[in-house]
């Protein structure tokens, strides 16, 4: 690869917001839980025993509870949640100054060079989430590999509770292989025009010459030329300003 190889951690925490609900509320602890509004609004967050029943975030309420009666709607405590958020980015810096949040349960770093001076990004998201799981009681996933897309794609892996690693010279065979929808900058309207054209995962996106990936997708189509082939040099941007958490009147009603 004749680019900087440099070593990314995705970590992002487990079912954040109704984890917190149940360490601090041991009574919900192994129950379906959501965060949310009670009647109309939406959830923020489910837990994952929700989840088995269908229940995911950005769900209706009314939906939600479709789909799980038993399910148990929790106000957000958004307060609550920014002071753990901080426990865990505190955690974070311990490592590297190099953080980028993306929003109060997730972040990339840079550990390429480190404080601890450890050389193997595998260990170092080990100790963190060690780390989060003794001071905040909460699980969380991470992912490794050389560029954020490939980090954050590599933290859904083992979820909950796990990493995953994609090393250097398992990045060509991994891209290959991953399912067109997967790719960074490929939503729903993308991937069908994608596959309507033969193109259903990383092989055969890397079929396209960069001419032709430009002509049908302009500038993005340089973007997926790209990345198809490991090279995505977004680099982990500590300056970045956390996206605002909107709170919908709905969540209160």
Not at 81 to 108: C, G, H, M, W
Not at 125 to 144: C, D, N, P, V, Y
Not at 208 to 234: A, D, P, W, Y
Request: charged share 30%.
């Amino acid at each position: 690869m004749d680019f900087p190889i440099r070593k990314i951690i995705h970590v992002d925490m487990d079912a954040f917001y109704a984890s917190v609900e149940q360490h601090d509320h041991p009574e919900l602890r192994g129950k379906a839980i959501a965060v949310g509004g009670m009647h109309r609004g939406v959830l923020t967050t489910a837990s994952y025993e929700a989840r088995k029943f269908g229940v995911r975030s950005a769900m209706p309420t009314r939906i939600a509870l479709e789909k799980c009666p038993q399910l148990i709607i929790v106000k957000p405590r958004f307060g609550r949640y920014k002071e753990v958020s901080k426990q865990v980015r505190n955690i974070f810096f311990e490592y590297t100054d190099l953080v980028e949040p993306l929003s109060l349960d997730e972040a990339y770093l840079d550990v390429t060079q480190n404080k601890k001076g450890v050389d193997s990004a595998n260990d170092i998201a080990r100790e963190i989430r060690k780390e989060i799981f003794e001071k905040t009681g909460l699980t969380a996933s991470a992912g490794i590999s050389i560029n954020k897309f490939l980090a954050k794609v590599a933290s859904d892996i083992n979820k909950p509770n796990g990493q995953k690693t994609i090393h250097p010279d398992q990045v060509i065979e991994f891209l290959e292989k991953l399912p067109i929808e997967k790719f960074y900058g490929v939503g729903k309207v993308t991937a069908t025009r994608m596959n309507s054209l033969g193109i259903f995962n990383g092989k055969d996106l890397k079929q396209k010459t960069l001419n032709e990936m430009v002509s049908l997708f302009g500038k993005s189509g340089k973007h997926f030329f790209n990345v198809v082939r490991g090279i995505h040099l977004s680099e982990v941007n500590p300056n970045r300003i956390r996206k605002s958490i909107a709170v919908e009147e709905t969540f209160w009603d």
